[in-house]
């Protein structure tokens, strides 16, 4: 074995010798140095379903570093549950905990010194913080993926957290009674786990599995399910042989594994925030992608998954179906994955779905053949427009008619909005338009669940249309546009839009566009005044400071 950073930085010497004293005090042995010291970054926490299953996977991973040579050293990670956050101030905090999670993960493993570690996450932006803190660490590491949940039940119907914000809109809009309603609230989360659709969470686990940086199947196993604990501790053992063979991140995660990933994305039909974290994480790689990129693989990629929240079913659905392999096997055989690609298993992907069934089961109508996908192309569309000219993130699954053009209703938060659609002021044919919102105004790209989820439930998802320079939910669909960018706080032209514009948004020709004259946009200019900041302390603050924009990930590190 290669001589392990640890070892070489705590045995140089007598002056090394307090260094080994500290890990005397932990129950360390003579012949543990030798051994390679590996991070369990444990993202377990009572605070939200998603992370509350994560402990006895990170004692799982523990047993397995053990089990194979190895020395286990837990640290801690925060999350914000975005479920919880929805509608609030505090949902200002969800993208912000991507980057302290990333800083986390970065500052444990760089500060000791690790060999390698094991991410272990849940809710939305642990997934995206987890990866960005391995590839900027750059030492051997896997990402163990808390599981998804089981799904509620009430009535017959499978229920799941965006049951209940669809139930506000039905319920306000007298479409439901305050029984079904309370009884949906209380039902459509029934235990632990990260939401159970093709949202955020299990998205970005899907990717990552497709990236090579997570083992295969893992990505939508249920957290109650003794096959999630069995696989975090094989993803351990995985780990510490790539320990043994020098295996990083980096050498992983190249512009083709990205390729892979996003044609994942785009076959399950996932959600919108793939692409701001993907550009995020490619920036940590040190990987050339722009969002044209999503709009590339997007144009040659069929979405073959049925999967909520356009479609019928959930991750549990999608993992007895066959999974994330089955998806890109069919993927493989079609031409639309780089077979060559390493993953941490050592193996190449051709290699690791060798066993896989070229097509799909009969007997199940979660994953399509690719000659008769849901769409022949993927689901997440990169707009540009004078709207937009930086590019934005549209989602057109589900939509009969994805273009719309109409007079525009303007505010400058979501609490605003979302008064209006629950008041009826807002009716067929309206384009609302939510500012102020982005990664530097907002602060924090704050996700718009709540709004789309009363529109969707008043039965206005496919005739309103919303745009914002926020984000949204991976529970969100309908007519909406998302990370517009420049954003509003920045002098983009959505600032500028006033009460009644018209504007058009046409997913088939890729265009946002507000039709108004640059003459008069030119006028409008010359009156506008950026907003006083939100925030002038604290993480928030730092935050709105040093955001890049939407249309390269809001990251905080972009510097040239």
Not at 157 to 174: H, K, P, R, W
Not at 237 to 265: M, S, Y
Not at 454 to 471: C, K, M, N, Y
Request: charged share 20%.
């Amino acid at each position: 074995m290669k001589i392990n950073r640890r070892s070489a930085n705590i045995t140089e010497g007598t002056a090394r010798a307090p260094n080994r004293s500290m890990y005397y005090a932990l129950g360390y042995e003579e012949g543990d140095f030798k051994k390679p010291m590996v991070g369990v970054a444990n993202g377990h926490s009572t605070i939200t379903p998603c992370n509350s299953g994560l402990q006895k996977l990170a004692d799982a991973a523990v047993e397995g570093i053990e089990a194979a040579g190895g020395n286990a050293q837990i640290f801690g990670t925060p999350t914000i549950s975005d479920g919880m956050a929805m509608g609030t101030e505090g949902m200002k905090y969800s993208l912000v905990s991507r980057e302290v999670i990333a800083d986390c993960i970065e500052t444990c493993v760089g500060g000791q010194w690790m060999d390698g570690v094991v991410v272990v996450g849940g809710c939305d932006k642990n997934m995206p913080g987890g990866m960005m803190g391995m590839l900027r660490a750059n030492v051997p590491a896997i990402y163990v993926y808390g599981g998804t949940i089981l799904p509620g039940h009430y009535k017959g119907q499978d229920l799941n957290i965006v049951s209940v914000f669809e139930a506000v809109g039905q319920f306000s809009a007298g479409k439901m009674s305050e029984e079904d309603f309370c009884q949906i609230e209380r039902r459509a989360i029934p235990g632990p786990g990260s939401c159970g659709g093709m949202y955020t969470a299990n998205t970005m686990s899907s990717a990552f599995e497709a990236l090579g940086l997570s083992l295969p199947y893992s990505s939508t196993m249920a957290n109650p399910h003794d096959e999630k604990m069995n696989s975090a501790k094989e993803s351990a053992r995985v780990l510490v042989e790539a320990i043994k063979k020098d295996l990083k991140p980096r050498d992983i995660v190249t512009k083709q594994a990205i390729e892979n990933a996003v044609a994942v994305i785009m076959a399950t039909g996932g959600s919108t925030n793939a692409v701001l974290h993907f550009l995020a994480i490619a920036h940590a790689a040190g990987v050339e992608w722009t969002i044209d990129d999503f709009e590339r693989v997007r144009q040659r990629t069929p979405v073959l998954c049925d999967l909520k929240p356009s479609g019928r079913y959930l991750a549990v659905d999608l993992h007895r179906a066959g999974g994330i392999p089955q998806v890109m096997k069919v993927l493989l055989k079609a031409g639309l994955l780089h077979g060559d690609c390493m993953t941490i298993t050592g193996k190449t992907i051709a290699e690791s779905l060798a066993e896989v069934p070229d097509v799909p089961r009969a007997d199940q109508d979660v994953i399509r053949t690719i000659d008769k996908p849901m769409y022949a192309q993927g689901h997440l569309a990169i707009l540009r427009g004078n709207l937009s000219p930086e590019g934005c993130v549209a989602k057109i699954t589900g939509l009969k008619n994805p273009t719309i053009t109409g007079p525009a209703r303007v505010f400058d938060d979501e609490q605003s909005a979302l008064a209006a659609i629950m008041a009826n002021k807002i009716v067929a044919g309206d384009v609302m338009v939510l500012r102020y919102l982005g990664p530097k105004g907002g602060p924090g790209m704050p996700e718009m669940l709540a709004p789309t989820g009363a529109l969707i439930g008043q039965g206005l998802g496919e005739s309103v249309g919303l745009v914002t320079d926020g984000r949204f939910s991976g529970g969100t669909w309908g007519m909406v546009v998302g990370h517009v960018a420049p954003e509003a706080y920045e002098g983009g032209n959505i600032a500028l839009v006033n009460e009644g514009d018209s504007i058009t948004i046409d997913a088939r020709t890729l265009t946002l566009q507000l039709n108004v004259s640059d003459e008069e946009l030119a006028k409008r200019r010359q009156s506008w005044k950026r907003p006083s900041p939100r925030y002038t302390r604290g993480v928030l603050a730092k935050f709105a400071m040093n955001a890049s924009s939407a249309s390269s990930g809001a990251v905080l590190d972009k510097f040239d």
